[in-house]
């Protein structure tokens, strides 16, 4: 995983807003000049700046290879923070947003199979995954579950596979049957899931017998920790190698937090370890990782971290920052 300090910040015109499913609105996103956009692979996600000052991550949902537009879909949320009711009531074509250039966490490796698990609007970032490897000819299918048909955003697109998708509404056929298709390993086969933290952990616990590495998970909302014991919170040294800055973080503050305060320009979006836009190289000591992006193997790495949540099991950090 690569670390990302500055992202290009882009000015884009929202051209076009379109119905996708009963409370999915997707976003077509242009350069106001018609200039081409940052390319992105399927994965992919931008931060958008909202106008009323919030920032939002949405997965790319439309072809990599259109480098004219970007298009993202937004769910209106029952218990909205903000992003989806203001893009769903306030946001018009014609008004001009912020976006950070893309940024990958959910990249598709190469495999002679695919299993791509979507629920609900984790059908996003999924959409251009099959695309692409629809068009690669390697073997595939798409399993993609919802609350009711209405509500399922993009079928239309998801027609043209035929029978690689199946497309399972709770209201007509119960929940996905994910027991059919990983309880046991199959060989060569990467699985992809996206959706409700209900459906990703029943899937994690399914693929625990699977190869490490063979499942990749992108979540919307942070992965489910254990509440740490305020009072074992313990306070440790940064070390900022390139700004030759030092500081004690305590046990109240995040990482982030204490470097802001030092004066370190620290870019970021989700603040809740879900996005990678903090992701930091650790070149000593030992992180305490608490982020919901990093897999075991690279937690153990012990190479990068998420400076929004992840602290210190060691007394002394030094960061590339």
Not at 164 to 176: H, I, K
Not at 198 to 216: D, K, M, S
Request: proline share 7%; with cysteine.
């Amino acid at each position: 995983m690569t670390t990302r300090d500055h992202r290009q910040q882009l000015s884009l015109l929202v051209k076009q807003l379109t119905w996708e499913a009963d409370g999915v609105l997707s976003v077509l996103l242009v350069d106001p000049d018609g200039k081409p956009l940052p390319p992105w692979q399927p994965g992919a996600h931008v931060d958008v700046t909202l106008g009323n000052g919030l920032v939002r991550q949405y997965s790319l949902c439309s072809d990599p290879d259109d480098r004219c537009a970007y298009r993202v879909a937004v769910l209106r949320e029952q218990d909205s923070r903000g992003g989806s009711v203001y893009v769903h009531d306030r946001l018009r074509p014609g008004d001009t947003v912020t976006v950070a250039e893309p940024l990958n966490n959910f990249e598709v490796r190469s495999a002679e199979k695919y299993l791509f698990i979507a629920g609900g609007i984790g059908i996003t970032p999924l959409l251009p995954m099959v695309r692409a490897t629809a068009e690669s000819g390697a073997d595939w299918r798409l399993l993609y579950g919802g609350r009711r048909r209405a509500s399922m955003a993009f079928l239309d697109e998801l027609n043209r596979y035929g029978s690689r998708v199946d497309v399972v509404a709770e209201d007509e056929r119960g929940m996905l049957d994910l027991d059919s298709w990983l309880t046991e390993p199959t060989s060569g086969m990467l699985v992809y899931c996206c959706g409700p933290e209900g459906l990703i952990t029943a899937v994690e616990q399914r693929c625990e017998a699977w190869p490490t590495g063979t499942l990749q998970v992108e979540r919307f909302s942070p992965k489910p920790q254990p509440v740490p014991d305020a009072d074992a919170e313990r306070g440790f040294e940064v070390v900022c190698r390139r700004s030759g800055i030092t500081v004690q973080v305590p046990p109240t503050c995040t990482i982030m937090e204490t470097l802001r305060a030092a004066g370190i320009d620290v870019p970021s979006s989700c603040e809740e370890g879900i996005c990678g836009t903090c992701e930091t190289a650790v070149i000593d000591g030992v992180p305490d990782h608490r982020d919901s992006i990093l897999s075991d193997a690279e937690r153990a790495e012990n190479t990068t971290m998420m400076i929004c949540v992840g602290r210190s099991l060691s007394d002394r950090l030094v960061l590339d920052r």
